[in-house]
């Protein structure tokens, strides 16, 4: 999943086959998440970037500390970047750390929206 993350490509991963009890799917046939030794969606529910206003330089999740990186250098002001944060990593209320100019946000169920109010280099940070 981190060289997803390195070479900034987009990924899908889903497989459900209620058919078969053996598969690779995440879900059991009810539609449970499937526990063992550890939780498939823990790996695959990840924060990424929905969409930037600007150019994206580089973002990366560390699981373990359960932290979110992302820099972009922001057009400026019109449109938001939107960053989905799952709440099974974050939570409801994730600390929120941004630099490089003036900006607003709002947190929104999982989005994460972001006006960066100047064309600069912006550095967020989200952890639980």
Request: glycine fraction near 8%; aromatic fraction near 16%.
């Amino acid at each position: 999943m981190s060289l997803i993350e390195d070479f900034m490509i987009g990924s899908f991963y889903w497989n459900y086959n209620r058919e078969r009890l053996d598969d690779m799917s995440p879900v059991d046939e009810n539609g449970k998440e499937k526990c063992l030794s550890y939780c498939p969606l823990d790996v695959l529910s990840r924060p990424y970037p929905q969409k930037t206003y600007g150019e994206l330089l580089r973002f990366k999740f560390d699981r373990i500390k359960k932290e979110f990186t992302m820099e972009f250098m922001s057009y400026g002001g019109k449109e938001p970047t939107e960053i989905y944060i799952p709440l099974r990593h974050f939570g409801k209320e994730p600390r929120v750390f941004i630099e490089g100019g003036r900006f607003e946000y709002l947190l929104k169920g999982q989005t994460f929206y972001l006006l960066a109010k100047e064309k600069k280099k912006y550095k967020v940070i989200i952890s639980p």
